[in-house]
């Protein structure tokens, strides 16, 4: 027998609350729109509020100050399923304290959420490290603020929770060839996932309900720091960045293997010295 869709089984729309719809977030909420889904969206601008109902989200305006701040938060955190999606501010000398106390401000409020897909980073791991399994040690504090909020949530028990951690993001309005600087070692591995992937591997995970997980969220090849940022040069029409070159760092190639082996997932954009949009 068939199975009949929600709208033929008389049943609710899948409903889930994503906070931070930018550059990641939005894009995953108009996928899920798409399918369907019932979809509330957080930004910190009220300017964005008119873009999100043009896309069929319903709009909250919330902040983390790191207290969650905003009209309506009781109607926001009424979603049985939660993406947390904000940058942890990696510039703010004070990012550790800032978003332990915001894991912490959310999920005393997340007393109806039951699933929580968290958008982490692949910084969390040390320079030689690469799998889900290895212990993580993160060199940078941004890095350990991810990682003491990936603890924070995967120890409470009154929701699951899958972390997604993402190399490098690129794509669209973020063109790589003006990433590079004097400082990046150029005889390094790029650790990239186009935002294609990073929309689709998302939403994999939610409308399969894909829990307690962990999982890198990077492409499969890894060029050279000096062969990739040369190529994004050029295909933006810019000169080649000078890059130094020390071959004595370790050189870190993030695995996505337990993703593609968990999910069967097959990337869109797998090589990034590939040109993409």
Same mark, same amino acid.
């Given at each position: 027998?068939?199975?009949?869709?929600?709208?033929?089984?008389?049943?609710?729309?899948?409903?889930?609350?994503?906070?931070?719809?930018?550059?990641?977030?939005?894009?995953?909420?108009?996928?899920?729109?798409?399918?369907?889904w019932?979809?509330?969206?957080?930004?910190?601008?009220?300017?964005?509020?008119?873009?999100?109902?043009?896309?069929g989200?319903?709009?909250?305006?919330?902040?983390?100050?790191?207290?969650?701040?905003?009209?309506?938060?009781?109607?926001?955190f009424?979603?049985?399923?939660?993406?947390?999606?904000?940058?942890?501010?990696?510039?703010?000398?004070d990012?550790?304290?800032?978003?332990?106390?915001?894991?912490?401000?959310?999920?005393?409020?997340?007393?109806?959420v +039951?699933?929580? /897909? =968290?958008?982490?980073?692949?910084?969390?791991?040390?320079?030689?490290? %690469?799998?889900? #399994?290895? @212990?993580? &040690?993160?060199?940078?504090?941004?890095?350990r603020?991810?990682?003491?909020?990936?603890?924070?949530?995967?120890?409470?028990?009154?929701?699951?929770?899958?972390?997604?951690?993402?190399?490098?993001?690129?794509?669209?309005?973020?063109?790589?060839?003006?990433?590079?600087?004097?400082?990046?070692?150029?005889?390094?591995?790029?650790?990239?996932?186009?935002?294609?992937?990073?929309?689709?591997?998302?939403?994999?995970?939610?409308?399969?309900?894909? +829990?307690?997980? /962990? =999982?890198?969220?990077?492409?499969?090849?890894?060029?050279?720091?000096? %062969?990739?940022? #040369?190529? @994004?040069? &050029?295909?933006?029409?810019?000169?080649?960045?000078?890059?130094?070159?020390?071959?004595?760092?370790?050189?870190?190639?993030?695995?996505?293997?337990?993703?593609?082996?968990?999910?069967?997932?097959?990337?869109?954009?797998?090589?990034?010295?590939?040109?993409?949009?």
């Amino acid at each position: 027998m068939q199975r009949g869709t929600v709208s033929q089984l008389g049943m609710e729309k899948p409903t889930i609350s994503i906070l931070g719809c930018g550059y990641l977030g939005l894009p995953v909420a108009q996928a899920l729109v798409a399918k369907g889904w019932r979809v509330r969206g957080s930004t910190t601008t009220k300017q964005r509020l008119i873009s999100l109902v043009e896309a069929g989200i319903e709009p909250y305006l919330l902040r983390l100050t790191p207290r969650v701040e905003g009209p309506a938060l009781d109607d926001f955190f009424r979603s049985e399923q939660l993406f947390i999606n904000f940058p942890p501010g990696r510039r703010r000398p004070d990012v550790e304290a800032f978003l332990s106390a915001a894991i912490k401000a959310l999920i005393a409020r997340m007393t109806g959420v +039951r699933f929580v /897909v =968290f958008a982490s980073s692949t910084s969390v791991y040390a320079a030689e490290q %690469a799998t889900e #399994r290895e @212990a993580t &040690a993160p060199s940078t504090a941004s890095g350990r603020a991810l990682l003491d909020a990936e603890a924070q949530l995967a120890r409470c028990q009154d929701f699951s929770t899958t972390i997604l951690r993402f190399g490098g993001l690129y794509g669209y309005a973020r063109q790589p060839g003006r990433f590079a600087h004097a400082r990046t070692n150029g005889a390094a591995r790029v650790n990239l996932v186009h935002r294609d992937d990073a929309v689709a591997v998302t939403v994999r995970v939610l409308e399969e309900s894909v +829990r307690n997980e /962990v =999982f890198n969220v990077v492409a499969d090849r890894h060029p050279t720091k000096d %062969a990739f940022y #040369r190529q @994004a040069a &050029a295909w933006l029409g810019q000169p080649a960045p000078v890059l130094h070159h020390d071959p004595t760092l370790p050189v870190r190639r993030i695995s996505n293997a337990r993703l593609k082996r968990r999910l069967g997932y097959h990337f869109l954009h797998p090589d990034p010295m590939v040109r993409a949009p």
